[in-house]
């Protein structure tokens, strides 16, 4: 078969090329003078800050002609999305409509109000995103680059101005541009972005122990409370672990108490938004919109699961893990440390999101350095958050967003524990890291490349692709319906209508803060007499149907049945 290519390269030959690119670049960049200027621009914290959050931003927009700004397609999305329609409206919660049953959809509350069950912290950053720009995409855009640069802040309190900005590199390698948190709006990089304020400020708590990183600890505790209200509170003793364990190292025991002080201060703003949200949305100042919703509606019914479809010795290992999980999950067994140990077994893998292939050599080196106290500080951490977000009955990486910055610190001090070992007076841990940073490097900007210039050529290698949500899941079918509304002119009412085997995750019933005041308005088909009632009350409207489970998406004018 020849090659579709002008120059007559096939997809895994401009693969080679690149790489064999990044490796003579590599290659020159670490001759004496580029080591020597990197260490300099290092040192230069506020320079290496900027840098970093551009160059994530940067990066991104570089790959507007081919991937444009993304579209919402998981409800998790929509949800986020409508905090900040609410918050742009100037309030905490809507009220409930009259015909809220034709409204119903997953992840909001109809009653006592209409509002998201999910918490402020995305939804304010996506709505500064509209307001600077239009799009909530920019606030995305943001947060992305800002978690790059506040990374690089919280290693140098860790390790060397090198290393930290190494790592600065890595985050944006492996959270920036091609990241699903860049391309959704589903968040992770300002949870993320709090634990970098966290555990920047507890090191230079015990160093100097100024009133700024305990404003800066508070502040970091404050977004990830409104983001991820549950791993606030995994968050919270191991804060009091490090300030604990160290406090022999502080002048009086009185800086401990101003340090608390002034880091609680901070925390307030944010422990002040939770209740008022509270308050607004479900009327009691202490019940979270989440605990009404599961109280109206039950656990989420994405936690459902079908009987076994086939033989179990017809499974591979990666579905009989998967399936045991979820029988378990759900009550098939009573033996509690199974359930445990079976759904962290299954769970494991999701942390891939979190390292970069060519690390996990690192990540065993970090192991022996875990005879320094702060290191086993770090791994004590990260094994409460395992722990704690283990028992939740549905997980995603968004669940481990606040300790992001730690997988970073573990990959970095694993290379410094590599680059120790000598062999016969030659270092030669130097080179084996030289060579694994150069693997990271030559993934990203394969990938990157690959993208960048973007054609049928190299369609059949991009099917390769590992957690890079830039080229999957593309919300096509949304986007065609929405194009297809969009020719239509004056206010839309769209009912809803499934097929009986919908599957309940593809909702399109998805609308915005203010419902009646909205040009399109989509509803669920109840049935023709319940449709009459709706179609009634919005009689200055032009109706359509909606058969969103078509092998095509079909929009057709509503005739009413009798």
Not at 41 to 52: G, M, N, P, V, Y
Not at 274 to 302: D, K
Not at 391 to 416: K, M, N, R
């Amino acid at each position: 078969m020849v090659p579709d290519s002008s120059v007559g390269f096939a997809p895994a030959d401009w693969v080679l090329f690149l790489l064999t690119g990044v490796f003579l670049l590599a290659t020159f960049a670490w001759r004496p003078g580029v080591q020597h200027a990197f260490s300099v621009l290092a040192k230069r914290a506020r320079l290496c800050i900027a840098l970093l959050f551009l160059l994530s931003i940067i990066l991104r927009l570089l790959l507007l002609p081919h991937h444009p700004v993304p579209s919402p397609d998981v409800f998790e999305e929509f949800g986020h999305l409508l905090v900040a329609d609410t918050l742009l409206h100037g309030r905490l919660a809507n009220p409930p409509h009259a015909l809220s049953p034709f409204f119903e959809t997953i992840f909001v509350v109809q009653q006592p109000t209409y509002s998201s069950i999910f918490p402020l912290g995305l939804g304010l950053l996506l709505a500064l995103g509209r307001l600077l720009s239009g799009t909530p995409w920019t606030g995305v855009l943001i947060a992305s680059g800002g978690f790059c640069a506040c990374c690089y802040w919280m290693l140098r309190a860790w390790v060397t101005p090198s290393w930290a900005l190494l790592g600065g590199i890595f985050a944006v390698i492996e959270f920036g541009p091609l990241c699903p948190w860049t391309n959704s709006y589903w968040g992770g990089h300002l949870t993320a972005t709090g634990g970098c304020f966290v555990f920047g400020a507890l090191p230079r708590l015990r160093m100097y122990g100024r009133i700024r990183d305990a404003i800066l600890l508070g502040s970091g505790c404050g977004m990830i409370l409104l983001t991820a209200p549950f791993e606030s509170v995994l968050l919270f003793p191991t804060i009091a672990l490090f300030l604990v364990s160290g406090a022999e190292q502080w002048d009086r025991p009185t800086n401990l108490v101003r340090v608390a002080v002034f880091a609680f201060a901070a925390l307030m703003p944010a422990v002040l938004l939770v209740l008022l949200q509270n308050r607004a949305v479900t009327h009691n100042w202490t019940t979270l919109p989440l605990q009404v919703s599961r109280y109206q509606y039950g656990v989420p019914a994405s936690l459902t699961i079908e009987p076994n479809p086939t033989p179990h010795s017809a499974l591979t290992p990666a579905q009989e893990i998967n399936y045991k999980a979820q029988a378990l999950q759900h009550g098939s067994s009573r033996d509690s440390i199974t359930k445990f140990l079976v759904r962290l077994e299954y769970r494991v893998r999701y942390y891939r999101f979190f390292l970069l292939s060519p690390l996990y050599l690192p990540l065993i080196a970090f192991f022996f350095s875990l005879h320094k106290g702060r290191v086993r500080w770090v791994a004590a951490t990260l094994t409460v958050f395992v722990i704690g977000t283990n028992v939740l009955p549905g997980f995603t990486v968004q669940d481990l967003a606040a300790i992001t910055c730690l997988f970073v610190l573990v990959s970095i001090v694993g290379l410094q524990q590599l680059s120790r070992i000598r062999l016969r007076g030659v270092s030669v841990g130097g080179e084996i890291c030289r060579v694994l940073i150069v693997l990271c490097l030559a993934d990203f900007m394969t990938w990157y490349v690959l993208h960048l210039f973007e054609s049928p050529v190299v369609y059949p290698v991009l099917q390769y692709e590992t957690w890079d949500s830039i080229n999957h899941e593309n919300p096509e079918r949304r986007i065609r319906v929405r194009r297809q509304i969009g020719t239509i002119k004056g206010n839309l009412l769209v009912v809803v209508r499934y097929s009986p085997h919908h599957a309940y995750q593809n909702e399109w019933v998805w609308n915005e803060a203010d419902i009646d005041a909205s040009r399109v308005i989509y509803a669920r088909d109840l049935g023709p007499a319940e449709d009459e009632k709706l179609i009634r009350h919005y009689s200055n409207r032009k109706v359509f149907l909606l058969e969103p489970d078509a092998p095509v998406p079909q929009l057709s004018e509503f005739i009413e049945e009798p």
